[in-house]
């Protein structure tokens, strides 16, 4: 099937890269860079990845310069569509400075930069990002972050629980998140944002290398659900 998928690269991205090639070798379909200056996103995609870094050096916030670039308005009026849209780890931070996800990600427990594979556990599979996934069984994809600290209201933890909108749990405390949350979704399911990366987990032929390749199915689920949409 054709596919369309664009990663958008930020001052200080240094996974746009990665997300790419991880997204071109899934799908068969080269990935559409976009530089975060731009205007307009590329017509009929079929995903917006936001890609992990230090967008703008993390000054002020992780992720709140990135969030007013001018692409960024075209990446919300998309999300609003339904298009679905992917942020890793600084895209994670991105989307919550944007409001297409609740919460904040703040400095770690312990103010250090935890850079190591992690066990995750899934919590939920309504999502076009989780539907080939079973819920409660476990994933092991690198993270590499020092402000993955996910933090949000009592109210808010409870709605995202009581909605099934959290989508990863660290399967043990890893940062400080609340209730070990490592990744949430937005109300309608299409947006997702998670501190972990699974383009760095995607080649079966590389374990030992890579860590693994538990990451590929995340991206094989979306293009799944779009399959058989």
Aim: aromatic share 6%; hydrophobic share 45%; with cysteine.
């Amino acid at each position: 099937m054709a596919f369309r998928a664009a990663v958008i690269t930020f001052p200080g991205s240094n996974c746009d890269r990665d997300m790419a090639t991880a997204l071109t070798a899934v799908s068969g379909q080269p990935a559409i860079r976009v530089w975060h200056g731009d205007a307009d996103l590329p017509s009929g995609l079929d995903l917006i990845a936001l890609p992990g870094g230090f967008s703008y050096g993390d000054y002020l916030r992780s992720g709140a310069m990135a969030a007013q670039s001018p692409i960024m308005r075209a990446v919300v009026a998309a999300a609003e569509r339904g298009v679905p849209v992917l942020g890793v780890c600084n895209g994670f931070q991105v989307l919550t400075e944007a409001r297409l996800l609740p919460g904040a990600l703040m400095r770690n427990a312990g103010q250090r930069f935890i850079c190591r594979t992690v066990a995750l556990k899934v919590e939920s599979t309504a999502s076009p990002f989780m539907h080939g996934y079973t819920a409660g069984e476990t994933l092991r994809i690198p993270v590499a972050h020092h402000d993955g600290n996910y933090f949000a209201d009592a109210d808010t933890l409870d709605r995202l629980e009581g909605e099934g909108r959290v989508a990863f749990r660290y399967a043990e405390s890893v940062n400080g998140s609340a209730r070990d949350i490592a990744g949430v979704l937005s109300e309608n399911g299409r947006v997702l944002g998670m501190m972990p990366h699974p383009e760095r987990a995607i080649e079966p032929a590389a374990v030992a290398a890579l860590g693994g390749s538990d990451g590929r199915r995340l991206f094989e689920n979306i293009l799944g659900a779009l399959a058989s949409a």
